[in-house]
């Protein structure tokens, strides 16, 4: 029998309460305000729902972060006016070269990598603000709501399904069992963040990648420290590369200090399913212990913990970013500049344009594929997309490690775009663009750290610091299977690649038991929905699916 569903039609719905989706909402809204003013006789009054797996506005929004307010500006221009969320301004920039024990400064920095002027945010506070804008507008914030599963009927999405609410861990109903609604819609705007659900689900029905160079992924962890006063002066921005990681291996850190007594500390590991040795919360770790940052942290605290992956191939990778009834914003669509380390006001940038799309649409009540499609057009023709065209290979320079990506991104600073990189390079997929042989279990390094309760901590002391919480009797929604278990993580995994899963998760996730037999135990409630399993599995064998919506972290200083 046909389960019975809640069924909601709306106009728009949007897939994610991020930055690009709220922007997208805000956008809509004023544009059909316009339109009702200077024609009172054809007036519009499209329905926009936001749905937000988060308990709270922000609480899965994470990011260094310094914010370039160039969209933000022109979404609202009087933003400073409305109490946005900014902190201090940047007044110096550092970029420092990390030795194990050493540091060295570069003397100039060139202006890409320049945040002076730009203020420093907590993406989780300007996220929260930004929904309560949104709110204020008249748009309707479904939060505690995981969206599933996109709904496509003749070749075209029509909305999507939310979570199931009351299913035990055995799939059985609970007697709270509430089953998810159907959220209708003539367009559905995707905005989910890396790795999303609905967006792969698209991506595979319309073939969306094809053709495009293949994605590439970094784990950023990142903590926000209390720190004694004089250590550090306010709105200073430091970048490092270099230790803790190899030359083969792509990353770098960062510290922003918010004010003289509060900085984010993090640290960004490139992650790849051909080496998956990768262990980004021991490398922060690590790089907090490093003399440059230990020094700046000493005698302080940590108020939060959290992780998420970030895109960073840039336009090469980015596919197709529309199609009949969806559009695609920022993660989602691979808006970041990985050469700036920034994608907040793309990611914004990207829901303004697709929100001018989608008025234009309403305006022509016209939904399909072509009609949509301006949005790429759009896309095409604005500064988001010049500035990623000027960057468009600065991470894959690194694919043949630091030096040569050092003197690559040199050239590029001189010849914007330019690369080096063989053009088979893009030719191949996601599982084989690794320049890193395949490594045996004798030599994968043994875990790194060593925590000493000062500056560096394990991962359930820092998961404690995560707000981390979901319902423990669900389903598990890391879903490997059985078979797999007993054959693929228990015998091939552990010899050829020592289980990396225990170490890539950085809340701890995945654990082997030993006794009574070799078993792979896997803590769900610890997940912050970082994506890195999803993406850094060699086998390709772990799903991540939504949890029950309002699982997850809880961040507000993300
Ligand atoms: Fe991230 Fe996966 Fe670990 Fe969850 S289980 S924290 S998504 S690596």
């Known amino acids: 029998m046909k389960e019975e569903r809640e069924s909601l039609a709306f106009d728009i719905v949007f897939a994610g309460g991020g930055p690009a989706n709220l922007a997208s909402a805000i956008r809509l809204k004023q544009l059909v305000t316009l339109h009702n003013e200077q024609h009172p006789a054809e007036p519009l009054d499209p329905s926009i729902a936001v749905v937000e797996k988060g308990r709270h506005a922000g609480a899965h929004l994470l990011s260094g972060a310094v914010l370039d307010t160039k969209a933000l500006e022109e979404l609202m221009p009087d933003f400073r006016d409305r109490n946005c969320p900014l902190d201090t301004i940047v007044s110096r920039d550092r970029i420092l070269f990390l030795t194990a024990k050493r540091s060295f400064s570069v003397p100039a920095i060139p202006e890409p990598f320049r945040n002076s002027g730009h203020p420093l945010v907590s993406l989780s506070r300007l996220g929260y603000w930004m929904a309560g804008e ?138 790849d399913p051909q080496a998956p040795e990768a262990d980004p919360h021991g490398n922060l770790q690590l790089f907090k212990q490093h003399p440059a940052i230990a020094t700046v942290l000493k005698g302080g605290s940590l108020l939060e913990y959290g992780a998420k992956t970030i895109t960073s191939a840039g336009l090469d990778a980015m596919g197709r970013i529309s199609g009949p009834g969806f559009l695609f914003t920022g993660e989602s669509a691979g808006m970041l500049n990985m050469q700036r380390l920034k994608g907040i006001h793309l990611a914004m940038k990207s829901g303004m344009l697709a929100a001018d799309t989608i008025f234009e649409a309403l305006l022509r009540d016209d939904f399909s594929a072509s009609s949509l499609q301006g949005y790429e057009e759009r896309f095409r023709n604005s500064w988001a997309y010049d500035e990623l065209h000027a960057a468009r290979h600065f991470r894959q320079a690194f694919d043949k490690g630091l030096y040569h990506g050092l003197l690559q991104t040199g050239m590029q600073l001189k010849f914007p775009g330019l690369s080096l990189a063989s053009p088979f390079l893009f030719k191949k997929n996601d599982s084989t663009r690794s320049g890193h042989a395949k490594k045996t279990r004798q030599e994968l390094p043994q875990p790194p750290v060593r925590t000493d309760g000062q500056l560096s901590f394990g991962k359930e002391e820092c998961l404690f610091r995560s707000g981390t919480m979901h319902e423990e009797n669900q389903p598990c929604h890391l879903r490997i299977a059985p078979a797999d278990i007993a054959e693929i993580c228990i015998r091939k995994c552990t010899e050829e690649y020592g289980n990396p899963c225990t170490r890539f998760c950085p809340a701890n996730v ?17 997940c912050l929905h970082c994506k890195t399993c999803a993406l850094a599995d060699p086998y390709g064998i772990i799903s991540w699916i939504p949890p029950e919506g309002g699982g997850g972290p809880g961040y507000k200083l993300g």
Do not use: M
């Not at 995945?510 to 610890?526: D, V």
């Open 134 to 271: 949104a709110e204020t507008a008249g748009i309707e914030l479904f939060t505690n709501t995981a969206a599933v599963k996109p709904i496509v009927e003749n070749g075209s999405v029509c909305g999507l399904l939310t979570g199931d609410l009351g299913i035990d861990r055995l799939g059985q109903q609970k007697p709270d069992y509430l089953p998810g609604a159907e959220l209708r819609a003539k367009v559905t705007v995707i905005g989910e963040g890396v790795a999303g659900t609905l967006a792969t689900e698209l991506q595979n029905i319309f073939s969306l990648r094809s053709g495009s160079a293949p994605q590439h992924y970094e784990t950023g962890v990142k903590e926000v420290w209390r720190i004694p006063e004089g250590a550090i002066e306010a709105g200073e921005a430091w970048h490092t590369f270099g230790y803790p990681l190899a030359p083969d291996t792509y990353g770098g850190g960062w510290l922003y200090a918010f004010s003289p007594t509060e900085v984010s500390v993090g640290h960004v590991t490139a992650i």
């Open 510 to 526: 995945y654990a082997f038991t030993l006794t009574p037999e070799p078993a792979l135990r896997i803590s769900a409630s610890n």
